[in-house]
């Protein structure tokens, strides 16, 4: 059970109206950016969620709201019902935040970092704990190194590190697979996935899709600030049945031209209902005289539901 709930029973995470926006004053005038915008979610203790949206669209000013290090406008925020405001102290203890910018002090060995992060907390004899993180982040035999001399994935698994030292009830990863190796990645999850056994809320940000399909139960999914989809995994990939088509060719059937995207592949992509629409979409083609060189199928993703939710085109 996670430690000092003040309530069994509340969430993890409650985010209610909260709005934030800042001044970009490298322009002139008062430019506004509205990097949150009446943003409400709640996430339940022991959930394993997804907060997931295109550059830019608020998930790391959400964070640091949470964390206590950005002021919202309006609105509130509580980590396992402690105000990040009124009851800072509280809400921070609740929380462990793997930060999205790699941030350390050069000067300090990892075991050193992780021992400085454990004593800031408060947490005695940590010792051992500490050694299973090591072990766990594959850092072991880093232990003794200065941050300094490490690689970039290796900063960010102290970075994992410092976040669970205090063995918080809430755990927020902000990209924390960006610029990881596959090995350590794997590794990571396998280590979140028990916390997250033991009781542990899970908040996850990622650019990696079939991640977050992979391990998480729920997701929201912010736009220009707002929230665009909160539902489970499950909900959303049904929203989403049907199939995916990936045609290279030299043209597209007129019937076709405003139904598809471009693939980073340079194929046409398409998000068709069933089978008979493939067969429709093929016909077509043939009609018009375009040979198809290859054709890729797949089963509908997150990665579509997201790109049906968060592009330019679904404003
Ligand atoms: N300190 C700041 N000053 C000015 N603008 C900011 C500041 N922090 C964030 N922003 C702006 O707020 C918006 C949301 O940024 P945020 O970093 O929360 O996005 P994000 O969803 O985390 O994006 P990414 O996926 O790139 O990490 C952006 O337009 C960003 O430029
Ligand atoms: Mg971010």
Wanted: glycine fraction near 8%; aromatic fraction near 6%; charge should be negative.
């Amino acid at each position: 059970m996670p430690p000092s709930a003040p309530n069994a029973i509340v969430p993890a995470v409650d985010i209610a109206g909260v709005s934030k926006s800042f001044v970009n004053a490298s322009k002139k005038g008062d430019d506004k950016v509205q990097a949150l915008d009446h943003v409400s979610l709640r996430v339940e203790q022991g959930e394993f969620f997804a907060l997931l949206g295109p550059n830019g669209a608020g998930k790391t000013t959400l964070i640091s709201i949470l964390a206590g290090l950005t002021k919202a406008d309006s609105g509130t925020a509580k980590i396992m019902g402690f105000d990040t405001v009124r009851e800072y102290r509280d809400a921070r203890t609740n929380l462990g935040v793997v930060p999205q910018e790699l941030v350390f002090d050069p000067f300090f060995t990892v075991r050193e970092t992780l021992e400085l992060q454990a004593k800031y907390y408060g947490v005695k004899s940590a010792t051992a704990w500490i050694d299973e993180i090591l072990e766990n982040l594959d850092l072991k035999s880093k232990a003794n190194a200065n941050m300094r001399a490490l690689s970039g994935g290796m900063k960010r698994r102290v970075l994992v590190g410092q976040a669970l030292v205090h063995k918080p009830p809430v755990i927020v990863l902000d990209e924390p697979t960006a610029g990881v190796d596959v090995e350590l990645r794997q590794n990571l999850w396998s280590f979140v996935k028990r916390l997250n056994g033991e009781g542990h809320t899970i908040i996850l940000t990622t650019h990696y899709l079939e991640e977050a399909e992979a391990l998480c139960s729920r997701v929201a999914m912010l736009k220009a600030g707002k929230v665009v989809a909160l539902d489970t995994t499950a909900n959303l990939l049904r929203g989403m049945s049907g199939i995916t088509v990936q045609i290279s060719a030299d043209d597209v059937p007129p019937a076709w031209a405003s139904c598809g995207g471009i693939q980073a592949s340079g194929a046409q992509g398409y998000t068709l209902s069933g089978y008979g629409e493939l067969e429709q979409l093929l016909a077509d083609y043939r009609a018009a005289n375009i040979a198809v060189k290859e054709m890729k199928l797949g089963e509908a993703d997150l990665e579509q539901a997201f790109l049906k939710l968060t592009s330019k085109e679904a404003a």
